[in-house]
């Protein structure tokens, strides 16, 4: 029995828009998880979020319409690539702000182009979100971090007096510093500019 036009486009777009919505919403949970459990845990910074939830919504929208006129996946990785070079001209991003911002585009990029292969994308997903809390994390190596400072004590940078540089600077930012880098000399002003490497 034949069935009308009308309520076959009505079960074409039924189906359409739950595989949409489905699609959509693993790929928001996924860079929700990503963006505001791990990156957030460890950084305690929102002001990346419109750009890390925005690009990820950009890349799924654009990815999945384009996947409907069956998009390659050369063209799929190469609007990955175009993406991932743009830059904001305005304000310095840090590298790993940038690994960030290509992880979300990744995940928006591989959740619009899954049609059927439910558990590839499952499985590629855990292991990138897993891989990036453990690297995160303490649990594979020690975390350490970075912190610049201007220092004016230039007689200590001699690498005979590493440790008193270390120790003086410990005792006054209260962090546990284990080594430094000097970064730039300034004999005129009897400053230096130090990279402090410490553990939490």
């Known amino acids: ?7 076959l486009n009505i079960q074409w777009f039924s189906a359409s828009l739950t595989q949409f919505l489905t699609q959509f919403s693993f790929d928001f949970i996924a860079v929700f998880i990503l963006i505001r459990i791990i990156y957030y845990r460890h950084y305690r910074r929102t002001d990346h979020f419109l750009t890390f939830f925005g690009f990820n919504v950009i890349i799924f929208l654009l990815t999945y319409l384009l996947n409907k006129v069956e998009m390659s996946m050369g063209a799929a990785f190469g609007l990955f690539a175009v993406f991932s070079m743009l830059r904001y001209r305005t304000e310095g991003i840090s590298t790993k702000d940038m690994t960030y911002l290509f992880m979300v585009i990744a995940i928006g990029l591989i959740s619009a182009i899954s049609k059927d292969s439910w558990q590839e994308l ?23 971090h970075t912190k610049v400072a201007v220092y004016d004590k230039i007689g200590l940078i001699s690498p005979v007096n590493r440790p008193l540089l270390i120790e ?7 962090l546990n510093i284990h080594r430094v880098e000097i970064q730039d000399y300034d004999f005129l002003k009897d400053s230096v500019q130090i990279i402090m490497y410490y553990y939490e």
């Open 1 to 7: 029995m034949l069935q009308h036009p009308i309520l």
């Open 122 to 144: 499952v499985f590629i997903t855990t292991i990138l979100l897993l891989i990036t809390a453990l690297l995160e994390g303490s649990w594979l190596i020690k975390k350490e």
């Open 168 to 174: 003086d600077l410990s005792a006054r930012t209260g």
